[in-house]
């Protein structure tokens, strides 16, 4: 089988040459430019922190995992919402992202672009700079208010390394269930 269509290969590796310690890992890049991840991102927890409906000032964390070998930093995030009855919007302007995990927040991190497509129901992040290999960062997206229907909420999330045609690398589904507790009165 011929591997014609790589520019250059991610194999993630050390060599010792002369005494010294090389790191030989690259990122996999596409004869047409694109450009994928090595070991690519992972999704950890996903949680919100009310789960009832109707409620204002929930924050939902979506926790992501960049191996030391993935050979190229995170440059964006993307989360779609993939199955849910209610459309659930997002306060942008109070999106953030840190360091660590919900439990254990450390370093914020700088947002360049934080975008909405409301056809697509899509929130896109860009990191400025990009996110390094070897870090577990934590997404904080603020609803405008819990779905006012319970169920279960599924969100696509997508990791994409640096450059004009960077790959996309789908990670998993961030599963959200609401409940209804009961009557409300206003």
């Known amino acids: 089988m011929r591997v014609g269509f790589l520019l250059s290969t991610a194999i993630a590796c050390t060599a010792v040459i002369g005494g010294y310690t090389v790191d030989l890992s690259q990122a996999v890049q596409l004869r047409d430019g694109k450009v994928y991840f090595v070991q690519p991102p992972s999704l950890g927890d996903v949680v919100t922190t009310y789960k009832e409906t109707y409620v204002w000032g929930a924050t939902y964390y979506f926790t992501i995992g960049l191996p030391e070998n993935a050979g190229e930093p995170l440059q964006r995030i993307t989360i779609n919402q993939r199955e849910g009855v209610d459309r659930v919007r997002f306060d942008l302007k109070d999106t953030s992202a840190f360091e660590g995990t ?13 975008a909405s497509d409301r056809k697509t129901k899509t929130i896109s992040l860009t990191f400025d700079p990009p996110v390094p290999p070897g870090r577990t960062i934590t997404i904080a997206l603020k609803p405008v208010q819990n779905p006012q229907v319970a169920g279960v909420y599924l969100f696509g999330v997508t990791a994409f390394p640096p450059g004009e045609q960077a790959h996309g690398q789908f990670l998993g589904y961030g599963r959200l269930q609401f409940y209804n507790f009961g009557p409300r009165f206003f």
């Open 102 to 114: 919900r439990s254990k927040k450390g370093q914020k991190l700088a947002l360049k672009d934080a």
